[in-house]
T-cell receptor, first 117, second 112 residues
């Protein structure tokens, strides 16, 4: 399996521009998570989906952030408009749902490093 | 609420043992995990322990769980330079699904 695939790996944009980050989870996984990592705040859970349905988006910092999962093999995280404080590494992770013999292990992508100037 | 705390830095000499400590708050966590993050990469599961266990050993890794004190530790025997990374402790969220709550990460530096 190719693992969780994220794109782009690096993005540099200017304040006010729209940013779209993409994620392809591991085939068969039914849970998908978006995390943000910064030096100041560490690893923050932004939103997670189960069976393509958003379960908890309480970690999404502002209305400028939105996430979608139109099908089991694709998710996007959009920031519009972007601001310098959004600069971070954004990780997507997927897993089988905990239980039924599954340990709930999250498989992470390599991350998308976003720099907003 | 859920919270996971770890010390931020640990420096050890190559060949020594490293012990990374973590405290968590959710006593109903089913599993507790240790993840490793190397520079420029995502997190990878290193090991995990089921909540009804006190200890788990996996080659150079030993995980100890003290449920009474809500304390988790990771011991790496014979630490090598390749072990230099950030180590994250995580607990499962009791509210369902497999939302994981991560600590801030402990940066392990291994020097000759």
């Amino acid at each position: 399996d190719a693992g969780v695939i994220q794109s782009p790996r690096h993005e540099v944009t200017e304040m006010g521009q729209e940013v779209t980050l993409r994620c392809k989870p591991i085939s068969g996984h039914n849970s998908l998570f978006w995390y943000r990592q910064t030096m100041m705040r560490g690893l923050e859970l932004l939103i997670y989906f189960n069976n393509n349905v958003p379960i908890d988006d309480s970690g999404m910092p502002e209305d400028r952030f939105s996430a979608k999962m139109p099908n089991a093999s694709f998710s996007t995280l959009k920031i519009q408009p972007s601001e310098p404080r959004d600069s971070a590494v954004y990780f997507c992770a997927s897993s089988f749902r905990l239980g039924g013999g599954n340990t709930g292990e999250l498989f992470f992508g390599e991350g998308s490093r976003l720099t907003v100037l | 609420g859920e919270d996971v705390e770890q010390s931020l830095f640990l420096s050890v000499r190559e060949g020594d043992s490293s012990v990374i400590n973590c405290t968590y708050t959710d006593s109903s966590s089913t599993y507790l995990y240790w993840y490793k993050q190397e520079p420029g990469a995502g997190l990878q599961l290193l090991t995990y322990i089921f909540s009804n266990m006190d200890m788990k050993q996996d080659q150079r890794l030993t995980v100890l769980l003290n449920k009474k004190d809500k304390h988790l530790s990771l011991r790496i025997a014979d630490t090598q330079t390749g072990d230099s990374a950030i180590y994250f402790c995580a607990e499962t969220y009791s509210g369902g699904y497999n939302k994981l709550i991560f600590g801030a990460g402990t940066r392990l530096a291994v020097h000759p």
